[in-house]
């Protein structure tokens, strides 16, 4: 099986005694409230999703992936993780203190402790431009990152409470994938990236990459995405009907990644595969303009960035188009397809979602069973 990514998988879970005595003594540690993203975050590290990583990144790091992608270490890493704070809180902290991040849901919970190493101020300017490769405000990443606090904490993290969300039952961390591939016997794992319920390119795009590989994991983003996406339950639904009625059985699994989508096309591509590196996939789909939003990438940057990163360790599918051809009379992509734009018929994300909005089901661009699960949450179908 691939190795952890940085070659250790992070596993920095307290033990139950830690956790009993850490929650009682709360009172004499300082605490900070995070959002629900940095708590997916920090389960992230915990379990070693963002291996090799073991806490919010210090100024080495965080300067060393904004100049060069890459760890102080030399490690591949493209987007930061970072907690970021006001001045208030700056000052009141040193180096070595041990704080503990608590959760801001209706029911708070200890969330982690944090020991901290560094505490920094950092240039969001140099930050967006070298993340997304643009300051345009307009960019839902930029935004978020001009948005942030002007001090950074960095160090390691201990999980004490797990917060789970309403799709608990889907997150497996990975010690779980990893035994649940060497209990498929699945050598060769692809995964499949996704923030929207699937149409027939995207079956295509997964049934290829399963003629050369013995699995296939699709691993959609749960989180916070923007508005218009379509919404996690979508999603999910979705994908169990099309896995239910059109895979081979024991050929596919179906788990999430806990993120926030940050937008940033080829440097979240490599991120992204990153994680997957560390569930035990071996290989990563990369299609058409991957985390993209609006024009600021061009539609094969995501998988011309993979070139820069040889020491990776993780194999990348490249798809670069894929439509349905009238006179082969299928799904096809353009490696396999030798007519020309005539007989090609592009699938209309926008005509789709205006159909399922209407309860009508696409039938040129999707399965019945899959529009059909959509079109049974039509109350709930896009974030607002």
């Given amino acids: 099986m691939v190795e952890p990514h940085g070659g250790r998988l992070v596993e920095r879970v307290c033990g139950e005694k830690t956790r009993q005595v850490l929650i009682e003594q709360s009172k004499e540690f300082p605490s900070l409230p995070i959002n629900d993203d940095l708590v997916k975050d920090v389960k992230n590290i915990c379990f070693g999703v963002f291996s090799p990583i073991e806490g919010f990144q ?7 992936v904004i100049g060069h992608s890459r760890l102080a270490n030399d490690v591949p890493w ?9 001045d208030e809180f700056a000052r009141s902290v040193r180096p070595k203190d041990e704080i503990l991040l608590v959760s801001g849901g209706c029911v708070p919970a200890i969330v982690a402790k944090l020991a901290v190493d560094d505490i920094f101020r950092y240039d969001k300017t140099t930050y967006v431009k070298s993340v997304f490769k643009t300051g345009d405000l307009n960019h839902p990443g930029v935004k978020t990152v001009l948005e942030k606090k002007p001090w950074l904490l960095g160090g390691k993290l201990d999980l004490i409470t797990e917060v789970k ?40 795009v997964q049934k290829s990459a399963l003629t050369v590989c013995d699995g296939l994991l699709i691993n959609p983003v749960i989180g916070k995405k923007q508005p218009g996406d379509f919404t996690d339950e979508v999603i999910l639904a979705s994908y169990e009907a099309l896995i239910d009625k059109y895979y081979v059985k024991d050929t596919c699994a179906l788990t999430t990644f806990e993120t926030e989508m940050h937008y940033a096309g080829p440097k979240e591509a490599i991120h992204h595969a990153i994680a997957r590196k560390n569930l035990g996939c071996t290989h990563f789909i990369v299609g058409r303009d991957h985390a993209g939003v609006g024009n600021y990438y061009g539609p094969f940057d995501a998988q011309e960035i993979f070139k820069q990163f040889p020491d990776l360790g993780i194999t990348p599918i490249n798809f670069r188009a894929f439509y349905k051809c009238k006179k082969c009379g299928g799904v096809v992509s353009d490696k396999i397809c030798p007519h020309g734009p005539e007989f090609q018929v592009d699938f209309k994300g926008r005509v789709v979602r205006q159909m399922l909005s209407e309860g009508k089901i696409p039938v040129e661009e999707m399965r019945p069973e899959v529009a059909e699960a959509i079109i049974k949450l039509k109350d709930n179908l896009f974030v607002k």
Avoid: M
Wanted: proline share 7%; aromatic share 12%.
């Fill in 58 to 64: 210090c100024q080495d790091d965080f300067e060393s």
């Fill in 78 to 86: 493209t987007i930061p993780v970072v907690l970021d704070v006001d």
């Fill in 165 to 204: 969300t309403r799709f608990a039952k889907y997150n497996l961390k990975p010690r779980e994938t990893r035994y649940l591939f060497k209990k498929k016997g699945w050598k060769t794992v692809a995964a499949f990236q996704t923030r929207n319920p699937p149409h027939l390119g995207h079956e295509h």
